[in-house]
């Protein structure tokens, strides 16, 4: 039986199929403004025999193909669960979103917290930065990991935060200083709502900013533990949609 | 509405332009969230009709009575006891505060960081807006949290007819005395105002009424307990929140056939929602007309709200009052008894809170707790987290939702209200 899952976020829609536990393949587009016809492109060519769907367009898709939807919660943590058995806590920094999972043995979601309307700490967040900075998304976490530490970003704020960077530069302190104290403002947002859950190991990190090394690296140091991360971290919850429709 | 009413609404000097809009989003909002409901009580249709009239045949209604010489008291808390206003014959009224309504003006007098309850309050008197507002002859302000305190001192400035009733924080013998000061207090305020004596019979009398009221109410709360719950929590806040406005004896008696269709559907075993559905207990700051936006948006994910401990709600009406004392004094004394014991979170401490979460999540069967907190409310916000923390140590799961009366969180709202069920 084959099992669609797919993931309608604010910037991107992700799509898994699954044969039985065997990942047949993933495509990835972007929301842009269309997202039911991003979805319809995605599905050409697709068959399948049950589907569901998780994510903001969760509804607007099962409206007008069918199948079960879930939240992003619990569609994190089946993804991270099925990739990793052991999983207790996930980390999902998606592009507007964050949301922190805490799982009891049996997998389980018991406890979550997510941000609030502002987007401060998300992936959008890093994207501004990058942009502001001058440095192409892709590359904004290497860059950052061969920053200093010694400068501090205070505002969260996405706005603020870059009048902040703005001014550092205008000091004449190194880009790559300033870059990894704004991954370091997201990292203590995210550590913080992590706790609000309880940190228990393993912690899988899911989403697109999973992919980020600086984000990875200074989440490690500050949880003082090291986070999974896997392969394909934004294909986590439509993986999770996926066994969703399977079950 | 009729041309009627335009006239009635220029009259009190509404902004006509504004009010015009503000019904319209609200007729809309309505349609969308109440008549949208699948498999209602019929008996609501009366509640329908007194939502599409809440600007029009009651105000009517109350200007008639003016006119006829009684007087119209107006306010926004539970602690304003409204059997003194029966006993002289008068009319209590709660005021409009569930809408954002010219926040402008609001922020230029009040700071941004205050509840939408109370911005709302003084932002339907600064846009002439609330109809009710300007048909009382009395407004009744109380110093609960320090929010409401200071927004009275400003609203006093746009009003003649403020009366403002100190309320105790601690639940003390000289809290007590203190609460039944002011209630005698406000007895003669209102004496003076309609020109009646309260006598003991007369004041029993307002007793009686607002008693019937409650217990038609405390038996729809009962009916409640069934599973399926054979009305939706939003049809149930709907009755809580014209319990308000509307007159008390109609009310109780459209109250009472809702309960009667709503007896026979428990025993057919019919539910407004399908048996199974997961149960909601909404605990928290009041949500006044129209503020749907929390039970929309969790029977909307497909569970039922099947209490609310509110003050639009249980928190508001549990508790009958003494009908036996002989005396003014003594029933005044009985007054105090009843509304000391309405457990808002302004009081400290206030453990009575807590027990009576426990008691309705139990009563009525809920799966899991929402506390509702308005974004900047210090006492219910506080209060929150040490109740989240107990409720989940008794193994009831508790979510916390702050919020406020836009609809620019609505989306995250329901993915946290859905994530919550998915957890039950
Ligand atoms: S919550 Fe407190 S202040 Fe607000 S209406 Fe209820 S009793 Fe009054
Ligand atoms: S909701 Fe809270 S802050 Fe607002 S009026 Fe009520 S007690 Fe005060």
């Not at chain 2, 497909?302 to 549990?318: F, N, P, Q, T």
Request: proline content about 4%.
């Amino acid at each position: 039986m084959i099992a669609a899952g797919i993931d309608i976020g604010s910037r991107s829609i992700e799509l898994v199929l699954l044969d039985g536990d065997r990942i047949l393949d993933v495509r990835r587009q972007d929301t842009t403004f269309d997202p039911l016809r991003q979805c319809q492109r995605l599905l050409e060519g697709v068959s399948w025999d049950t589907l569901a769907a998780t994510g903001y367009g969760r509804k607007l898709f099962s409206e007008r193909w069918g199948g079960d939807t879930l939240t992003e919660i619990r569609a994190h943590a089946a993804g991270a669960r099925f990739l990793h058995p052991e999983a207790r806590t996930v980390l999902d920094i998606g592009g507007q979103d964050t949301k922190a999972v805490a799982m009891n043995e049996a997998g389980r979601v018991v406890k979550f917290e997510m941000n609030d309307r502002c987007a401060a700490g998300t992936g959008k967040f890093l994207e501004f930065m990058a942009t502001g900075l001058q440095i192409p998304l892709a590359e904004f976490g290497t860059y950052a990991l061969s920053g200093a530490r010694g400068v501090e970003i205070s505002s969260m704020c996405t706005v603020f935060a870059e009048t902040e960077a703005t001014s550092l530069m205008a000091r004449g302190v190194p880009g790559p200083d300033i870059a990894r104290a704004l991954h370091m403002s997201i990292v203590t947002r995210s550590a913080s709502m992590l706790r609000r859950v309880g940190v228990v190991p393993p912690v899988v990190f899911t989403g697109g900013v999973a992919r980020n090394p600086c984000v990875v690296a200074l989440m490690g140091q500050i949880l003082d533990c090291p986070l999974v991360v896997p392969e394909n971290p934004d294909h986590v919850g439509a993986l999770g949609a996926a066994l969703h429709a399977l079950s | 509405m009729s041309q009627d009413y335009r006239s009635m609404w220029a009259e009190l000097g509404l902004d006509l332009a504004a009010h015009d809009q503000l019904l319209a989003v609200l007729g809309q909002a309505y349609a969308d969230i109440y008549q949208a409901q699948a498999d209602r009580p019929e008996a609501m249709s009366y509640f329908d009709f007194v939502m599409s009239e809440v600007h029009g045949l009651r105000i009517r209604e109350l200007l008639d009575a003016r006119k006829a010489g009684r007087k119209v008291v107006g306010a926004w808390c539970v602690f304003v006891p409204e059997e003194i206003v029966l006993a002289a014959d008068g009319i209590c009224v709660g005021l409009c505060a569930g809408a954002d309504v010219a926040m402008d003006e609001v922020e230029k007098l009040l700071p941004r960081n205050t509840c939408a309850l109370i911005k709302s309050s003084l932002g339907f008197k600064l846009g002439k807006l609330c109809p009710y507002l300007e048909s009382v002859d009395m407004v009744v302000g109380e110093n609960t949290c320090d929010g409401k305190k200071k927004m009275y001192e400003t609203f006093a400035e746009l009003t003649e007819n403020l009366h403002v009733m100190d309320v105790p924080q601690m639940k003390s013998a000289d809290g007590r005395r203190l609460m039944l000061n002011e209630y005698r207090r406000f007895l003669t305020a209102v004496e003076e105002l309609t020109g009646v004596e309260i006598t003991a019979e007369r004041l029993r009398q307002g007793i009686r009424t607002a008693n019937a009221k409650r217990r038609a109410m405390h038996r729809l709360y009962s009916l409640r307990a069934a599973d399926p719950a054979p009305i939706s929590g939003l049809d149930a806040l709907l009755i809580n929140q014209i319990s308000f406005y509307d007159d008390p004896e109609r009310f109780t008696a459209s109250v009472d056939a809702v309960c009667d269709e709503l007896k026979a559907r428990n025993e057919a075993g019919r539910g407004a929602v399908p048996a199974g559905a997961k149960r909601i207990l909404v605990s928290g700051c009041p949500m006044a007309v129209p503020n749907w936006k929390l039970p929309w948006i969790v029977e909307g994910a497909g569970a039922v709200i099947v209490g609310e401990e509110s003050c639009v709600g249980e928190r508001g009406l549990r508790n009958l009052v003494a009908e036996d004392g002989g005396t003014v004094d003594q029933l005044l004394e009985a007054l105090v008894d009843r509304y000391f014991q309405v457990d808002c979170a302004i009081f400290t401490p206030n453990p009575d809170r807590l027990a009576h979460i426990r008691q309705m999540a139990a009563d009525y069967r809920a799966d899991g707790v929402i506390h509702y907190g308005l974004n900047f409310c210090q006492p219910y916000q506080m209060e929150a987290i040490p109740v989240a923390a107990a409720l989940e140590q008794d193994g009831l799961p508790t979510l916390r939702v702050d919020t406020d009366y836009s609809q620019e969180d609505v989306e995250q709202l329901k993915t946290r209200v859905e994530a919550f069920l998915e957890i039950l």
